[in-house]
C-alpha cells in the first residue's frame, strides 16, 4: 500500500512560482512512475506532468512545457512539481499518482492505481 500526501499549494500572483511537494510511503515507491494531475472546478482531472521511475525520463502536457519541472528524490520518498510563470488558468486542485504496474500510458488517470487527497493552487491575475 502506497500514501501519498500533496503539499505547497497556495495563492500567487500571475507569474509567480509555486514547488509542489509529493511525500510517498512505502517501501517500492522507488519502482512507481509518478504523474501530478490537476483538476479546475466544472472540469475533468487532466495529466500535467509524470517521471519515470528512476526520474530520467519526463513527460508534459504541452500546456506546461517550458514552465513546469517534475523531479524526484528517491531518498527522500518525494516527487516535486516546480512552477513557474503561473498563469490564472494554472488554478486547479493539484494531485499526486503513483503507477506500480509500470506500462501504462502515464497521460491516463488509469494507469494510476494510488492518490493523494490534493492541495489546492489558485494564481490571481
Known amino acids: 500500500q502506497v500514501q501519498l500526501v500533496e503539499s505547497g499549494g497556495g495563492l500567487v500572483q500571475a507569474g509567480g512560482s509555486l514547488r509542489l511537494s509529493c511525500a510517498a510511503s512505502?517501501?517500492?515507491?522507488?519502482?512507481?512512475?509518478m504523474g501530478w494531475f490537476r483538476q479546475a472546478p466544472g472540469k475533468e482531472r487532466e495529466f500535467v506532468a509524470a517521471i519515470s521511475w528512476s526520474g530520467g525520463n519526463t513527460y508534459y502536457a504541452d500546456f506546461v512545457k517550458g514552465r513546469f519541472t517534475i523531479s524526484r528524490d528517491i531518498a527522500k520518498n518525494t516527487v516535486y512539481l516546480q512552477m513557474n510563470s503561473l498563469k490564472p488558468e494554472d488554478t486547479a486542485v493539484y494531485y499526486c499518482a503513483a503507477d506500480p504496474r509500470g506500462h501504462g500510458s502515464l497521460w491516463v488517470r488509469e494507469s494510476y492505481d494510488y492518490w493523494g487527497q490534493g492541495t489546492q493552487v489558485t494564481v490571481a491575475s
Open positions: 512505502g517501501r517500492t515507491f522507488s519502482r512507481y512512475r
